[in-house]
């Protein structure tokens, strides 16, 4: 996933935010004006769901591509062999 998706991502919040600051600030007579921004803001908002919903398909299928992470195996030591070496003795 390129950082333009994630960028992109953050614009598009940014400007919905802006045009949800001008509708609430915007005078309650224009009519005109806030059905415009009322209009942009949806339309802002259908990208968004757009871009969110392409970045969660992309997210969902790498996940399915990746091999799982195994665990390395550790070898346990043989405690009365450790003790041995310890003492500068051979093992059995």
Do not use: K, N, Y
Request: some cysteine; glycine content about 6%.
């Amino acid at each position: 996933m390129g950082t333009t998706d994630w960028g992109e991502l953050g614009c598009l919040t940014a400007r919905l935010r802006e045009l949800q600051l001008q509708c609430d600030a915007a005078p309650r007579g224009r009519i005109g004006w806030l059905r415009e921004l009322d209009s942009q803001i949806l339309t802002v908002e259908a990208q968004r769901d757009r871009l969110l919903a392409h970045l969660s398909w992309r997210l969902f299928s790498a996940s399915l591509h990746r091999t799982p992470l195994r665990r390395p195996e550790i070898a346990v030591p043989d405690p009365i062999s450790a003790v041995a070496m310890s003492l500068g003795l051979s093992a059995r």
